[in-house]
């Protein structure tokens, strides 16, 4: 049985899928297992959209580091170019704006928790809590 279950909270997805895509301005932007996306996320947006998943445990909120986005969110229709996230990513380079990067597995990035990021400067952060 397969099925593509599309959501914006990412804490669902998780109980529900064993590969997870992420996706911003309709391009894909990070490709895994569901192991390799929440426990080491590679793209900016993939990590910013963890670090907004409610922790239920208090004591886990007040060590928990939220990323913030700042800037408007690029019209679907006219979309930035080289890397449509660069707009909002604290990463961007001008390396960002005539090159878009590829799906690609960072070369950083080994064993089992390498998997696709589409991002010129990706590295894993920590593991979000669950």
Not at 122 to 129: D, F, I, L, M, T
Request: with cysteine; aromatic share 6%.
């Amino acid at each position: 049985l397969s099925y593509m279950f599309i959501a914006h909270d990412l804490s669902i997805v998780r109980h529900i899928s064993d590969r997870v895509g992420v996706m911003y301005l309709g391009k894909m932007v990070e490709i895994g297992t569901d192991e390799q996306i929440y426990d080491h996320a590679t793209h900016p947006y993939t990590q910013a959209l963890l670090s907004a998943v409610p922790v239920p445990d208090p004591t886990g909120r007040e060590n928990r580091e939220r990323i913030i986005l700042s800037g408007d969110i690029p019209s679907p229709a006219n979309p930035p170019s080289g890397c449509r996230f660069r707009t909002r990513c604290w990463k961007a380079e001008e390396r960002c704006s005539t090159e878009v990067p590829l799906l690609a597995v960072p070369e950083l990035l080994k064993g089992p928790a390498a998997h696709d990021s589409a991002c010129h400067f990706a590295e894993v952060v920590a593991p979000v809590a669950a």
